[in-house]
């Protein structure tokens, strides 16, 4: 028979967890986990989408405050600014999700600390992939389009190899947020 462990959280309340199931199986690797990762990078990859697409709302429909002028060297301001502030806040915006869902799981999942910490780490690392690649992708997309008197392209190695280090850092943090929601707070 498996033995019960309390396990107080934050708050105080007292979270019992299976012993045995923990160390027989990792949280990762249950449906149960594989849920939440999917549930997470998905979160990741709308908000990617949404910073895409409103980089091409932004730039089709013009800047409220100034208005759209055409620089020589740029094309339209507006896209540009728009794009690059876009690929540039993509891994800053995965890091402040990351947080908000390493404490989210970690009150939210009653495991062990380190499991919950690995499954926060996992979930937004692959989130932070999802959110970088469909974020940059679209709005260089609408950046080309705005310039394409300008030979420009997309280096798909380096935004990937930028992603996976943005989800790195994320999942870090994420699961640093796990344990310092659960361990550091009394």
């Known amino acids: 028979m498996s033995q019960e462990t309390v396990e107080p959280d934050a708050d105080g309340t007292a979270h019992e967890y299976d012993e045995a199931a923990v160390d027989s199986e990792s949280l990762i690797s249950t449906d149960r986990g594989k849920g939440y990762i999917k549930a997470v990078a998905g979160i990741y990859a709308a ?16 800047n409220p405050v100034t208005p759209t002028e055409e ?3 740029y094309g339209d301001a507006t896209a540009t600014m728009t794009s690059t502030w876009a690929m540039m806040s993509t891994p800053f915006l995965a890091a402040v999700l990351g947080v908000g869902i390493g404490q989210t799981l970690s009150r939210s999942v009653d495991e062990a600390t380190e ?3 690995k499954l ?4 937004t690392a692959a989130g932070t992939v999802a959110l970088v ?4 992708f679209l709005a260089e997309t609408e950046f080309q389009n ?3 008197f300008l030979d420009t392209s997309l280096d798909f190695g380096n935004l990937l190899t930028g992603a996976i280090g943005a989800a790195v850092v994320v999942g870090i943090l994420s699961a640093v947020t796990v344990y310092a929601d659960r361990e550091l707070t009394e």
Do not use: K, M, N, Y
């Open 120 to 123: 926060a780490g996992a979930a």
């Open 115 to 117: 499991e919950v910490a």
């Open 146 to 148: 705005e310039l394409l």
């Open 47 to 62: 908000a990617g989408v949404a910073i895409g697409l409103l980089v091409i709302v932004v730039s089709t429909t013009g």
């Open 71 to 73: 620089i020589p060297q």
């Open 133 to 136: 690649v469909l974020g940059v």
